[in-house]
């Protein structure tokens, strides 16, 4: 059996990958470590409620002492540190948040692995033992209108989110390098679907044009970024764990790039002719100022990951889309949870007082 410890798997991104490896595999067990702050929801893990295979812990990745013991007790063949703050204007409002999670968070994981697994006195590691750390595109910062970023491209990160990103991952190649720690890292494109919190694009421009609020858009809209479909992601997770190269890093991008009022204009055109709802139409676009330090444009090569493990995106935006409106549409409860109270305060802070452009 391969026991796996997964942080910050009650987020969109972890929680999805919980659920894609208890259907795919029988011979595992999963420690799921959650701090459970506003973007984790255990809502998401219902379908492995009943599943002893899945344990859940409610602890925070800078809890040195909880994640020494969790290590010890379970002593987990592999750990993927989904873990951190995502959103870019939270980044902005506070970016010490981002620095203590994604930072100093990864750091601890890293230093406390490395403690259970180096044997200093015989200069080796435990067999079967891989850290893998899950990054993102945006530490590269901003292409142009042409090529994509390669493993090889250099980190230039513009925001304190993606800076948090890009620091963590020097970390994790400083262990391997100086301690020769097994670790992977991946960096992913944009991942939508299910779960995703909703003051992301494509569940923000869902749950404000079904109920006909107005729909912001940052700028011109004309941002383009790769979609990659979340249970994509998921699969070449999986596959770098359990086949990638030691000290390596992989992309893993969707070969779906669209203009962020491209995906507006989509989500309207759905609900509208999904709902039969003539009140959703692109009149409850808004132009609003843009964000500081906005990038441009992202886009992913994954042509290593495909030569080393034959991965692959499967979905393409049209599918993919289509699942993810079916979902929201027929889980109007888990957005009604998610959306009360904090939400509301945290949505007028972000876009109330933005002027229109």
């Keep these: 059996m391969t026991t796996y410890l997964m942080t910050g798997c009650a987020g969109f991104i972890g929680s999805n990958m919980v659920l894609y490896m208890l259907k795919k595999y029988t011979d595992i067990r999963i420690v799921n470590l959650d701090a459970l702050t506003y973007a984790g929801n255990m809502e998401n893990l219902k379908e492995a409620a009943d599943d002893d295979r899945h344990i859940f812990v409610h602890g925070n990745i800078c809890d040195r002492p909880l994640v020494s013991r969790l290590l010890a007790e379970y002593d987990p063949d592999v750990v993927i540190n989904f873990a951190a703050e995502s959103h870019v204007d939270r980044s902005i409002a506070d970016p010490m948040i981002f620095v203590n999670t994604n930072v100093c968070g990864t750091v601890n994981l890293l230093q406390c692995c490395k403690e259970a697994w180096y044997d200093p006195e015989q200069r080796s590691w435990k067999k079967g033992r ?26 230039d990160p513009h925001s304190p989110y993606s800076s948090s990103k890009a620091s963590a991952d020097h970390f994790v190649k400083a262990f391997h390098d100086t301690y020769g720690m097994p670790v992977n890292i991946t960096r992913c494109s944009n991942n939508y679907g299910r779960f995703q919190f909703v003051e992301k694009l494509i569940p923000l421009m869902i749950f404000n044009a079904k109920n006909h609020r107005p729909l ?34 992989y992309n893993i991008g969707g070969h779906n790039e669209r203009t962020n009022i491209f995906i507006v204009k989509t989500v309207i055109d759905q609900l509208s002719r999904r709902l039969g709802d003539p009140e959703i139409n692109e009149g409850l676009i808004r132009h609003v100022e843009d964000r500081p330090g906005h990038d441009r444009r992202y886009g992913i090569d994954p042509g290593k990951i495909k030569a080393d493990l034959g991965w692959y995106p499967e979905t393409t935006f049209e599918v993919g ?19 009360s109270g904090a939400y509301q305060q945290y949505y007028a802070e972000m876009y109330g007082n933005r002027k229109e452009i």
């Design 130 to 155: 891989k850290y893998l750390q899950v990054s993102t595109d945006e530490v590269y910062g901003a292409l142009g209108a042409e090529g994509f970023f390669t493993e090889k491209s250099p980190t």
């Design 216 to 249: 912001p858009v940052y700028g011109d809209g004309m941002q383009i970024r790769d979609w990659l479909y979340v249970e994509d992601h998921c699969k070449a997770i999986d596959m770098v764990a359990s086949g990638g190269r030691s000290g390596e890093i």
């Design 321 to 339: 889309i289509v699942k993810t409106i079916d979902w929201y549409l027929g889980n109007p409860e888990w957005t009604e949870h998610v959306t």
